[in-house]
């Protein structure tokens, strides 16, 4: 298996993938460590999750590396993304007990209470465009909560992969904690059926969540899925524009714009959308693009060739059915201008089809009521942008809204103190804060009546 660099083409990264046997030696090593794992305190898992905070961060250089080697992300970037996952190990670290702490509820019983125990080894298949968060993400909670963690990860992060057993390896678990799976995907379903792991969670597309639920159906197992989103950034003629202008840029083409909770459609009041237009394409021309490892790099290459390609087909769908581009547009090999198109109604292919990459649609309104239709008018759900001063009518339009996040005047981002995830074909279930680590554990009711 084999990481190639989307800026130069080259080979960074190889590994062997793991045979039948290898895989199945894995996973009775996963469930082996289990059933030692489960029994430590809190306090014990704590003290190795603050080590695996305190690597991250001792070592963030060497992992950020890894990662625009093998992805393209921007440097600069990708060390924000592991001095992230060194976050979210504080706070599992910190508050992981009291989430999963003994809930007492009154009944006729003597006692009678609800307790979270963990439910053992469980698979996560992950994907490149965040390839250290996607899966610390999962990975801290999982093991605060007791349970071991195998990961399936993206083929092109194979390095990110080891990388990150590295860290809990680094940081004092013991071995088995937490595995890298170095497979294809067609593997995937050999080891949801395998006996000992007990749940799965994806983040990736719907083609890939729907065959991975399919399976882990099957077998009657849990699975947790974060899928695409199409999120909506809305604009109302009372927002601050500046600040606006400056997030709305962000939410599009941070990461070249490879993020599944990204804005990726822009809904304009009419009365504003020309001076917005002006000032956006403008910040976008702004951005500078160049090689990855440059620490002033924000707008790197697309992971991968032909994902630049299917971006650049969706872009020509539009343009053909009456879109106009307003700058960018032009794509050389992996790397693809940051483009604005404007005109994009809702059968245009940048409207209803997620857009992974630098390109964004923008489409105007006229009412509240319209753009709620607009928000809604997408078989994803993940996440809605509301930029407006006006806070009471912002609360007003919150429950009117599909997704399963609503920012005002912030773009939508994942926060270890709060769930994450979708509603529609963006997936379900939710990862982070209290919601998320309980996704996978055992929710034991008790009940003691004493005659």
């Known amino acids: 298996m084999k990481s190639i660099n989307p800026y130069n083409q080259e080979v960074v990264y190889e590994i062997d993938e793991l045979t039948e046997e290898q895989i199945n030696q894995a996973i009775d090593k996963a469930d082996d460590r289990f059933l030692s794992?489960?029994?430590?305190?809190?306090?014990?898992?704590?003290?190795?999750?603050?080590?695996?905070?305190?690597?991250?961060?001792?070592?963030?250089?060497?992992?950020?590396?890894?990662?625009?080697?093998?992805?393209?992300?921007?440097?600069?970037q990708a060390i924000a993304e592991i001095e992230k996952c060194a976050w979210v190990c504080e706070y599992y670290a910190e508050?992981?007990?009291?989430?999963?702490?003994?809930?007492?509820?009154?009944?006729?019983?003597?006692?009678?209470?609800?307790?979270?125990?963990?439910?053992?080894?469980?698979?996560?298949?992950?994907?490149?465009?965040?390839?250290?968060?996607?899966?610390?993400?999962?990975?801290?909670?999982?093991?605060?909560a007791g349970n071991i963690g195998i990961l399936k990860h993206a083929s092109n992060v194979m390095h990110c992969g080891e990388k990150i057993q590295q860290i809990f390896e680094r940081a004092g678990f013991p071995e088995g904690c937490f595995q890298h799976l170095p497979i294809n995907s067609d593997k995937v379903e050999g080891v949801i059926k395998n006996k000992k792991v007990k749940a799965v969670t994806l983040t990736g597309s719907k083609p890939a969540g729907s065959a991975v639920a399919s399976t882990a159906g099957s077998e009657i197992k849990k699975t947790v899925l974060e899928l695409g989103g199409s999120n909506a950034l809305v604009v109302f003629p009372d927002c601050n524009m500046e600040e606006t202008i400056?997030?709305?840029?962000?939410?599009?083409?941070?990461?070249t714009g490879q993020s599944c909770i990204a804005g990726k459609r822009l809904l304009i009041h009419q009365s504003v959308v020309e001076e917005f237009k002006d000032k956006y394409v403008s910040a976008v021309r702004h951005l500078k693009s160049g090689d990855p490892m440059d620490k002033n790099t924000y707008i790197g290459t697309v992971a991968r060739e032909d994902l630049a390609k299917d971006l650049e087909d969706q872009l020509q769908k539009s343009v053909d059915a009456g879109a106009k581009i307003l700058t960018g547009g032009k794509r050389d090999k992996a790397y693809?201008?940051?483009?604005?198109?404007?005109?994009?109604?809702?059968?245009?292919?940048?409207?209803?089809?997620?857009?992974?990459?630098p390109v964004i649609g923008i489409t105007t309104f006229e009412t509240e009521e319209e753009a709620v239709k607009l928000v809604n008018a997408s078989d994803f759900g993940l996440g809605v942008s509301v930029?407006?001063?006006?806070?009471?009518?912002?609360?007003?339009?919150?429950?009117?809204?599909?997704d399963g996040a609503v920012f005002i005047n912030e773009l939508v981002k994942s926060d270890p103190r709060?769930?994450?995830?979708?509603?529609?074909?963006?997936?379900?279930?939710?990862?982070?804060?209290?919601?998320?680590?309980?996704?996978?554990?055992?929710i034991k009711t008790v009940y003691i009546h004493k005659y």
């Open 387 to 402: 930029f407006t001063e006006d806070l009471d009518r912002a609360k007003k339009l919150i429950p009117k809204f599909d």
């Open 95 to 144: 508050n992981a007990e009291k989430h999963l702490s003994d809930r007492n509820i009154e009944t006729d019983a003597e006692l009678s209470y609800v307790s979270y125990e963990p439910i053992g080894v469980v698979l996560a298949v992950m994907p490149w465009n965040y390839p250290y968060w996607q899966v610390f993400r999962f990975a801290v909670p999982a093991l605060m």
């Open 336 to 357: 693809f201008e940051p483009t604005v198109v404007d005109g994009v109604t809702t059968d245009m292919t940048l409207f209803h089809e997620e857009t992974f990459g």
């Open 37 to 76: 794992w489960r029994k430590t305190s809190f306090s014990e898992r704590s003290k190795l999750m603050y080590a695996a905070a305190t690597e991250l961060k001792k070592n963030k250089k060497e992992y950020a590396e890894a990662m625009t080697l093998e992805m393209g992300k921007p440097i600069s």
């Open 418 to 442: 709060l769930p994450f995830g979708g509603t529609k074909i963006s997936g379900y279930g939710r990862e982070l804060s209290e919601d998320g680590i309980r996704e996978f554990v055992n």
């Open 246 to 255: 400056k997030t709305t840029v962000q939410a599009r083409f941070q990461n």
